[in-house]
C-alpha cells in the first residue's frame, strides 16, 4: 500500500510539473538601464503578488502554463503591464523598462525627485560625477546603525574616523589624510568650524537623519574651493519631493557601560556663561560668591534611557511650483568611556619611555543634540528657480570625568596596596553650534545654452566652554583601600571659560555657455567666489586656593562635600592675557576658468583655480610676543585636469590630476602659550600653507542596480606638510611645547577597491584601502658625551607615516532586504589599521593607536500603513582604543600591570560599552 502511494505521489508530481513553470525577471529603468530595487510584481489569474530584489528581479514558481499577464508599478514611475504566453520552459528571460512619471512644470523635471535619496540614484550620480566621488544615500543612512554623520562617514571608501571620548565618531580621515586636510559643506557651501583652534568641522555635530546623501570628494575640478588636499564633504539636506510626505522616528535605549558603574553629573543649571571678568569689567576683583558651586555638586546615579526622535515634512504648493521642507532632529544620549592612561617621560640616555604614574579616569557624558533644517524652492518657469534653505545644529555636552592617579614613586608598593594618589574630578560643560543661510538661483538664457548661478552665504559657528571647573585633592593608598585627604598645594581648584565665534559672510558666482561643435559639446565655464571671516577668541581663567585657615582641611573629616569648600581668588582679576584671546579675519577671493568637452566616450574637465589669502590676527592682551598683530598675504594658482573614458555604456576610467592648498587655522599662528592639562601648546607664526598635488586614477564599473565595483589608485606630493610636534625651548630646554610647523615634502599613495554586489535579498558591500606615506620631521636623542661625560641631546631626522594615517583600512556589509515582508538587516564592520595618535619629541616614542574592528548591527521590519519598528547596535565587540610606544624600557617591569605585549608598551586604553536602541517609524507617502 505504502509502495502505490509513492508511485500515485510520484505520477501527479510529473503531471503537475508538466503543466507549470516558473516565471523569472528583471526590471529596469528605461532611461538609465539600472535595475530597479522594491518594485512591485503582480501576476493575475490567480493573483500573486512579489518584489523585486536586490539586484532587480522578480520570481514566481508554479505557474500554470497559458496566458498570463503581468503588471509592475514603482513610485515615480509610470506603471507597465505585459501579456504573454507562459511555456513549458524558458520563461527566465523577461524584461520590464520602466519610464519615469516625475511631475513637470513647463517641461522642466522637478529636481527635488526622492529617488535622489536611494542607493540607485547615488550610483548614477557617482557614474555620472566629473570628480572622483562617493556618496551614501539617505535610504542606505536610514538603515544603517549610524545616528551622526561622523558614523555614516566610516563606511566609504578610504575613509578612516577619530573617536570623540565617548567612542563616538568625531573627525574623518580621508586617504590618510589627517582631519585639517579636507573641509566640510552642506548643500555645496563650506561652512566655519565651531573648533576653538583649527578650521576642521566636528562631525558627530551634524544628525545623518537630515540629510538626503553624504557625498565625498576624493578629487576637486576648478569650481571648488581648493583647500582640499585629501577630499571635500558634502552634506546633501532632504529635498521637497512631487507630493506631501511625512517620515517621523522614535527610539529609545541604552548604554551598556553603565550597567556596571553609576553615571556622574553635575547642577550645570546655574553655570554663569560669562566670566566675573565680562559680567562686571577688566577691574573687577571677584570672590568666590562669585561662581555657582553647581559645578562642584557631583551626583552618581543611573542615567536615563537615551532619547532620539525625528520629524520631517514635505510638500508642494501652488501647481507643485513652491516646494517647502521642514525637518528636525534631537537625539538625547548618555555615553562615556573607562580610561586607564599611564603617564611616561623618557629619561637619561634610555631609548624607550618609563612609566611615571597611572591616571584612571571615568567619563560620562550627556549629549544633547539638535539639528533643524528648512528649505524652500520657487520655480519661476523652466528656466528660473530661486531656492532658500537654512540649517541649525546644536550640540550640548555635559561632561564629567573623574580620575585617580597613581604615581609610581618609593611609596608604592603594588604588593602591599600601597601608594600616594591624586583625586582629579573635572566638570566641562560645551556647547558648539552651527547656523548656515544660503540664498541660491538657477536661471538659463538663450534656449539653455547660457546658465546662471549664484548664492549668496551668511554662516556663523560658536563653541562656548563657560565655567569648566576642575578640583585636584590628595590621597592615599594604604593596604588597597584609597582615600581623599587634602587639596593639592598648587591651584587645586580652577574655573575657566572658553568662547570663540566665526562668522563668514560669502558670495558665489558660477557662468556656463554650451557650444555645439557638429555632435559635440563645448561647455566654457567662469566664476569665482569671495569670504569674508571674521573670529574672536575669549580666554579667562580663575585659580582658587583654601586660606590660611582652611589649607590642612581633610575631606570625609573637615568638610564631607566640595562645595563646603571655603577658597580664595588667587587671581581675583582674571587671567585673560593669553593667545586664546584675539580677533582674526580671513578674506578670500577666488575665480576659476573651466571648460568641459564631450565627444562619443571621452569627456575631458579642465581649468585652472586662483585664490587669494588675507589672513591676520590681532593679541587683545598681549604678554610680551615678538609679533602680537601678524597676517599672512598669499596667492595660488590651483589647475586641475579630469578626464573620463566610457569603455562601455556600464564601464568607465576616470582619470584627474589637481592641485590644491592647506591653510594654517587661526590658533595655529597665534604667538604665545597655552598650558593644556598634558602639554603646553604654542602657536607658530611662520607656518606656512601646504601645497599638494594629487594624481588619481579609477576603473568604474556600474554593473546593476545600486551595484558597483570601483579600482583606483591616487598619490599625493605634499610641500610644506603641518603636522605637530613636542620641542624643546631654545632657552630653556627643559621647558617641552607641543607646536605646528611645515616638514620639507611628504609623499602619500595608494590604491582603493570598491564593491557592492546584490543577489536578490542578499547584498555585500566591501571596501579595502592601502595607504602608505612618508614625512620627516627631526627628533631628539640623547648620548653620553665622550669628553665630559654629561649627557647630551641631539636632533636627528626620523622617516614616519603622515599623523592619523593607516596603511590598512576595510569596511565589509552583509545585508538582507526581503521588500515583499518589509524586512531590512545590516552586520557592518569596520576595520581601521594602526596609525600614529601622538607625535613624541623623542625618536621612536611615538604614539600609536592599535588596530580595531568596530562592529554594528541594525534591522527593521515594515508593516502597513507606513509603520516600521527598528533597532541599532553599536560596538557590538566593546572595541577599546588603544595606544602604544613600538619598544618597551626594562623600568617598566617593576610595575605589577600587564603593560608589554610583543615588544610593545602600552599607555592607554578606554572602554565604551555596546549601546542599543529600539524604535519606530512612520512614513506617508
Same mark, same amino acid.
Request: net charge positive.
Given at each position: 500500500?505504502?509502495?502505490?502511494?509513492?508511485?500515485?505521489?510520484?505520477?501527479?508530481?510529473?503531471?503537475?510539473?508538466?503543466?507549470?513553470?516558473?516565471?523569472?525577471?528583471?526590471?529596469?529603468?528605461?532611461?538609465?538601464?539600472?535595475?530597479?530595487?522594491?518594485?512591485?510584481?503582480?501576476?493575475?489569474?490567480?493573483?500573486?503578488?512579489?518584489?523585486?530584489?536586490?539586484?532587480?528581479?522578480?520570481?514566481?514558481?508554479?505557474?500554470?502554463?497559458?496566458?498570463?499577464?503581468?503588471?509592475?508599478?514603482?513610485?515615480?514611475?509610470?506603471?507597465?503591464?505585459?501579456?504573454?504566453?507562459?511555456?513549458?520552459?524558458?520563461?527566465?528571460?523577461?524584461?520590464?523598462?520602466?519610464?519615469?512619471?516625475?511631475?513637470?512644470?513647463?517641461?522642466? $523635471?522637478?529636481?527635488?525627485?526622492?529617488?535622489?535619496?536611494?542607493?540607485? #540614484?547615488?550610483?548614477?550620480?557617482?557614474?555620472?560625477?566629473?570628480?572622483?566621488?562617493?556618496?551614501?544615500?539617505?535610504?542606505?543612512?536610514?538603515?544603517?546603525?549610524?545616528?551622526?554623520?561622523?558614523?555614516?562617514?566610516?563606511?566609504? @571608501?578610504?575613509?578612516?574616523?577619530?573617536?570623540?571620548?565617548?567612542?563616538?565618531?568625531?573627525?574623518?580621515?580621508?586617504?590618510?589624510?589627517?582631519?585639517?586636510?579636507?573641509?566640510?559643506?552642506?548643500?555645496?557651501?563650506?561652512?566655519?568650524?565651531?573648533?576653538?583652534?583649527?578650521?576642521?568641522?566636528?562631525?558627530?555635530?551634524?544628525?545623518?537623519?537630515?540629510?538626503?546623501?553624504?557625498?565625498?570628494?576624493?578629487? *576637486? &575640478?576648478?569650481?571648488?574651493?581648493?583647500?582640499?588636499?585629501?577630499?571635500?564633504?558634502?552634506?546633501?539636506?532632504?529635498?521637497?519631493?512631487?507630493?506631501?510626505?511625512?517620515?517621523?522616528?522614535?527610539?529609545?535605549?541604552?548604554?551598556?557601560?553603565?550597567?556596571?558603574?553609576?553615571?556622574?553629573?553635575?547642577?550645570?543649571?546655574?553655570?554663569?556663561?560669562?566670566?566675573?571678568?565680562?559680567?562686571?569689567?577688566?577691574?573687577?576683583?571677584? &570672590?568666590?560668591?562669585?561662581?555657582?558651586?553647581?559645578?562642584?555638586?557631583?551626583?552618581?546615579?543611573?542615567?536615563?534611557?537615551?532619547?532620539?526622535?525625528? *520629524?520631517?515634512?514635505?510638500?508642494?504648493?501652488?501647481?507643485?511650483?513652491?516646494?517647502?521642507?521642514?525637518?528636525?532632529?534631537?537625539?538625547?544620549?548618555?555615553?562615556?568611556?573607562?580610561?586607564?592612561?599611564?603617564?611616561?617621560?623618557?629619561?637619561?640616555?634610555?631609548?624607550?619611555?618609563?612609566?611615571?604614574?597611572?591616571?584612571?579616569?571615568?567619563?560620562?557624558?550627556?549629549?544633547?543634540?539638535?539639528?533643524?533644517?528648512?528649505?524652500?524652492?520657487?520655480?519661476?518657469?523652466?528656466?528660473?528657480?530661486?531656492?532658500?534653505?537654512?540649517?541649525?545644529?546644536?550640540?550640548?555636552?555635559?561632561?564629567?570625568?573623574?580620575?585617580?592617579?597613581?604615581?609610581?614613586?618609593?611609596?608604592?608598593?603594588?604588593?602591599?596596596?600601597?601608594?600616594?594618589?591624586?583625586?582629579?574630578?573635572? @566638570?566641562?560643560?560645551?556647547?558648539?553650534?552651527?547656523?548656515?543661510?544660503?540664498?541660491?538661483?538657477?536661471?538659463?538664457?538663450?534656449?539653455?545654452?547660457?546658465?546662471?548661478?549664484?548664492?549668496?552665504?551668511? @554662516?556663523?559657528?560658536?563653541?562656548?566652554?563657560?565655567?569648566?571647573?576642575?578640583?585636584?585633592?590628595? #590621597?592615599?593608598?594604604?593596604?588597597?583601600?584609597?582615600?581623599?585627604?587634602?587639596?593639592?598645594?598648587?591651584?587645586?581648584?580652577?574655573?575657566?571659560?572658553?568662547?570663540?565665534?566665526?562668522?563668514?559672510?560669502?558670495?558665489?558666482?558660477?557662468?556656463?555657455?554650451?557650444?555645439?561643435?557638429?555632435?559635440?559639446?563645448?561647455?566654457?565655464?567662469?566664476?569665482?567666489?569671495?569670504?569674508?571671516?571674521?573670529?574672536?577668541?575669549?580666554?579667562?581663567?580663575?585659580?582658587?586656593?583654601?586660606?590660611?585657615?582652611?589649607?590642612?582641611?581633610?575631606?570625609?573629616?573637615?568638610?564631607?562635600?566640595?562645595?563646603?569648600?571655603?577658597?580664595?581668588?588667587?587671581?581675583?582679576?582674571?587671567?585673560?592675557?593669553?593667545?586664546?584671546?584675539?580677533?582674526?579675519?580671513?578674506?578670500?577671493?577666488?575665480?576659476?576658468?573651466?571648460?568641459?568637452?564631450?565627444?562619443?566616450?571621452?569627456?575631458?574637465?579642465?581649468?585652472?583655480?586662483?585664490?587669494?589669502?588675507?589672513?591676520?590676527?590681532?593679541?587683545?592682551?598681549?604678554?610680551?610676543?615678538?609679533?602680537?598683530?601678524?597676517?599672512?598675504?598669499?596667492?595660488?594658482?590651483?589647475?586641475?585636469?579630469?578626464?573620463?573614458?566610457?569603455?562601455?555604456?556600464?564601464?568607465?576610467?576616470?582619470?584627474?590630476?589637481?592641485?590644491?592648498?592647506?591653510?594654517?587655522?587661526?590658533?595655529?599662528?597665534?604667538?604665545?602659550?597655552?598650558?593644556?592639562?598634558?602639554?603646553?601648546?604654542?602657536?607658530?607664526?611662520?607656518?606656512?600653507?601646504?601645497?599638494?598635488?594629487?594624481?588619481?586614477?579609477?576603473?568604474?564599473?556600474?554593473? #546593476?542596480? @545600486?551595484?558597483?565595483?570601483?579600482?583606483?589608485?591616487?598619490?599625493?606630493?605634499?610641500?610644506?606638510?603641518?603636522?605637530?610636534?613636542?620641542?624643546?625651548?631654545?632657552?630653556?630646554?627643559?621647558?617641552?611645547?607641543?607646536?605646528?610647523?611645515?616638514?620639507?615634502?611628504?609623499?602619500?599613495?595608494?590604491?582603493?577597491?570598491?564593491?557592492?554586489?546584490?543577489?536578490?535579498?542578499?547584498?555585500?558591500?566591501?571596501?579595502?584601502?592601502?595607504?602608505?606615506?612618508?614625512?620627516?620631521?627631526?627628533?631628539? &636623542?640623547?648620548?653620553?658625551?665622550?669628553?665630559?661625560?654629561?649627557?647630551?641631546?641631539?636632533?636627528?631626522?626620523?622617516?614616519?607615516?603622515?599623523?592619523?594615517?593607516?596603511?590598512?583600512?576595510?569596511?565589509?556589509?552583509?545585508?538582507?532586504?526581503?521588500?515583499?515582508?518589509?524586512?531590512?538587516?545590516? *552586520?557592518?564592520?569596520?576595520?581601521?589599521?594602526?596609525?600614529?595618535?601622538?607625535?613624541?619629541?623623542?625618536?621612536?616614542?611615538?604614539?600609536?593607536?592599535?588596530?580595531?574592528?568596530?562592529?554594528?548591527?541594525?534591522?527593521?521590519?515594515?508593516?502597513?500603513?507606513?509603520?516600521?519598528?527598528?533597532?541599532?547596535?553599536?560596538?557590538?565587540?566593546?572595541?577599546?582604543?588603544?595606544?602604544?610606544?613600538?619598544?618597551?624600557?626594562?623600568?617598566?617591569?617593576?610595575?605589577?600591570?600587564?603593560?608589554?605585549?610583543?615588544?610593545? $608598551?602600552?599607555?592607554?586604553?578606554?572602554?565604551?560599552?555596546?549601546?542599543?536602541?529600539?524604535?519606530?517609524?512612520?512614513?506617508?507617502?
Amino acid at each position: 500500500m505504502n509502495k502505490l502511494l509513492q508511485i500515485l505521489f510520484f505520477v501527479l508530481f510529473c503531471v503537475g510539473t508538466a503543466h507549470a513553470t516558473k516565471i523569472k525577471g528583471h526590471v529596469y529603468d528605461k532611461q538609465t538601464g539600472e535595475a530597479i530595487v522594491g518594485a512591485t510584481v503582480v501576476m493575475e489569474n490567480p493573483r500573486r503578488v512579489t518584489n523585486t530584489g536586490l539586484d532587480g528581479t522578480f520570481e514566481f514558481k508554479a505557474v500554470a502554463t497559458g496566458s498570463a499577464s503581468i503588471s509592475v508599478s514603482y513610485i515615480t514611475y509610470k506603471t507597465i503591464t505585459k501579456t504573454f504566453t507562459v511555456e513549458k520552459e524558458d520563461n527566465e528571460h523577461l524584461k520590464f523598462y520602466m519610464e519615469s512619471d516625475s511631475k513637470r512644470l513647463d517641461d522642466i $523635471t522637478i529636481k527635488s525627485n526622492p529617488v535622489s535619496s536611494t542607493d540607485q #540614484g547615488a550610483r548614477r550620480l557617482e557614474k555620472n560625477a566629473t570628480q572622483v566621488m562617493n556618496i551614501v544615500s539617505g535610504k542606505a543612512i536610514e538603515i544603517s546603525p549610524d545616528l551622526t554623520v561622523a558614523n555614516v562617514m566610516q563606511r566609504v @571608501s578610504g575613509v578612516s574616523i577619530e573617536r570623540n571620548s565617548n567612542g563616538d565618531g568625531q573627525y574623518a580621515i580621508l586617504r590618510g589624510m589627517d582631519k585639517r586636510y579636507n573641509y566640510t559643506l552642506v548643500n555645496g557651501v563650506k561652512i566655519p568650524s565651531p573648533d576653538n583652534k583649527y578650521r576642521y568641522v566636528p562631525l558627530d555635530l551634524f544628525p545623518a537623519d537630515l540629510l538626503d546623501r553624504l557625498e565625498v570628494y576624493k578629487t *576637486l &575640478t576648478p569650481n571648488l574651493e581648493g583647500d582640499a588636499i585629501g577630499g571635500g564633504i558634502n552634506m546633501v539636506m532632504k529635498n521637497a519631493p512631487g507630493k506631501f510626505q511625512v517620515n517621523a522616528n522614535l527610539s529609545t535605549g541604552y548604554n551598556q557601560l553603565f550597567f556596571d558603574r553609576k553615571f556622574a553629573s553635575y547642577n550645570a543649571s546655574d553655570i554663569q556663561h560669562k566670566s566675573p571678568y565680562e559680567r562686571n569689567g577688566k577691574s573687577y576683583s571677584a &570672590t568666590q560668591n562669585d561662581f555657582t558651586k553647581g559645578t562642584l555638586d557631583y551626583q552618581y546615579k543611573n542615567p536615563a534611557p537615551n532619547l532620539i526622535g525625528s *520629524l520631517s515634512l514635505s510638500q508642494r504648493f501652488l501647481d507643485n511650483k513652491l516646494g517647502v521642507v521642514l525637518a528636525g532632529s534631537y537625539q538625547n544620549t548618555y555615553r562615556g568611556s573607562n580610561s586607564t592612561f599611564y603617564n611616561n617621560a623618557v629619561t637619561g640616555t634610555d631609548a624607550y619611555a618609563v612609566i611615571t604614574s597611572k591616571s584612571y579616569r571615568e567619563f560620562s557624558e550627556q549629549q544633547q543634540r539638535t539639528g533643524l533644517h528648512g528649505k524652500v524652492d520657487y520655480v519661476f518657469n523652466k528656466n528660473h528657480q530661486l531656492t532658500l534653505y537654512n540649517v541649525y545644529v546644536n550640540l550640548k555636552n555635559q561632561q564629567l570625568r573623574d580620575a585617580v592617579t597613581t604615581t609610581y614613586n618609593s611609596v608604592y608598593n603594588p604588593t602591599a596596596g600601597n601608594a600616594e594618589l591624586v583625586y582629579n574630578t573635572r @566638570s566641562r560643560l560645551t556647547e558648539q553650534q552651527i547656523y548656515n543661510s544660503t540664498l541660491h538661483g538657477d536661471h538659463q538664457f538663450f534656449n539653455d545654452k547660457f546658465k546662471v548661478q549664484w548664492s549668496a552665504v551668511y @554662516s556663523s559657528a560658536k563653541n562656548d566652554v563657560p565655567d569648566n571647573t576642575s578640583i585636584s585633592l590628595n #590621597g592615599l593608598q594604604q593596604h588597597f583601600q584609597s582615600s581623599r585627604t587634602t587639596l593639592v598645594n598648587t591651584s587645586p581648584v580652577n574655573h575657566r571659560w572658553e568662547r570663540n565665534t566665526d562668522e563668514d559672510l560669502a558670495g558665489y558666482l558660477d557662468l556656463t555657455y554650451r557650444f555645439a561643435i557638429g555632435n559635440n559639446k563645448l561647455d566654457v565655464m567662469a566664476g569665482g567666489l569671495y569670504r569674508n571671516k571674521q573670529r574672536s577668541s575669549f580666554f579667562n581663567n580663575y585659580t582658587f586656593s583654601p586660606g590660611a585657615a582652611d589649607a590642612g582641611r581633610v575631606y570625609g573629616v573637615d568638610f564631607q562635600k566640595y562645595t563646603d569648600l571655603n577658597l580664595i581668588v588667587t587671581n581675583p582679576t582674571g587671567a585673560v592675557a593669553n593667545p586664546l584671546t584675539y580677533d582674526a579675519s580671513e578674506k578670500i577671493s577666488a575665480g576659476y576658468g573651466m571648460f568641459k568637452y564631450s565627444v562619443s566616450k571621452l569627456e575631458v574637465v579642465g581649468g585652472a583655480r586662483i585664490e587669494h589669502t588675507n589672513q591676520g590676527y590681532n593679541l587683545l592682551f598681549p604678554a610680551g610676543e615678538i609679533f602680537p598683530k601678524g597676517s599672512e598675504v598669499y596667492t595660488d594658482v590651483l589647475p586641475s585636469l579630469t578626464a573620463k573614458y566610457f569603455l562601455t555604456e556600464k564601464a568607465q576610467l576616470h582619470a584627474s590630476y589637481y592641485k590644491a592648498l592647506n591653510r594654517p587655522g587661526f590658533y595655529e599662528i597665534v604667538p604665545g602659550k597655552v598650558v593644556n592639562e598634558e602639554f603646553q601648546e604654542r602657536g607658530n607664526p611662520n607656518l606656512k600653507r601646504a601645497l599638494a598635488d594629487n594624481y588619481d586614477l579609477r576603473y568604474e564599473l556600474f554593473p #546593476g542596480a @545600486s551595484e558597483q565595483l570601483m579600482v583606483g589608485a591616487f598619490y599625493k606630493k605634499i610641500k610644506d606638510p603641518i603636522e605637530y610636534t613636542f620641542q624643546a625651548d631654545a632657552t630653556r630646554g627643559q621647558d617641552i611645547y607641543y607646536t605646528p610647523g611645515n616638514f620639507g615634502t611628504a609623499h602619500n599613495y595608494g590604491a582603493e577597491v570598491d564593491y557592492i554586489k546584490y543577489f536578490s535579498k542578499i547584498g555585500v558591500k566591501a571596501n579595502y584601502t592601502y595607504t602608505h606615506s612618508r614625512i620627516t620631521t627631526p627628533k631628539t &636623542t640623547r648620548t653620553i658625551n665622550a669628553i665630559t661625560g654629561d649627557i647630551q641631546a641631539l636632533s636627528v631626522d626620523q622617516e614616519r607615516p603622515l599623523f592619523g594615517q593607516s596603511e590598512h583600512i576595510g569596511n565589509l556589509s552583509l545585508l538582507f532586504k526581503d521588500t515583499k515582508k518589509g524586512w531590512d538587516a545590516q *552586520l557592518a564592520g569596520a576595520y581601521t589599521g594602526p596609525r600614529i595618535n601622538t607625535v613624541s619629541q623623542f625618536l621612536n616614542n611615538d604614539l600609536w593607536q592599535e588596530g580595531f574592528i568596530q562592529m554594528d548591527a541594525s534591522a527593521e521590519k515594515r508593516f502597513k500603513g507606513g509603520i516600521s519598528v527598528f533597532i541599532k547596535a553599536n560596538n557590538i565587540l566593546n572595541t577599546p582604543t588603544k595606544l602604544f610606544i613600538k619598544g618597551t624600557n626594562p623600568e617598566n617591569d617593576k610595575i605589577n600591570e600587564d603593560l608589554v605585549k610583543d615588544g610593545h $608598551t602600552l599607555i592607554r586604553s578606554d572602554y565604551y560599552g555596546q549601546s542599543y536602541l529600539l524604535g519606530f517609524r512612520y512614513k506617508f507617502n
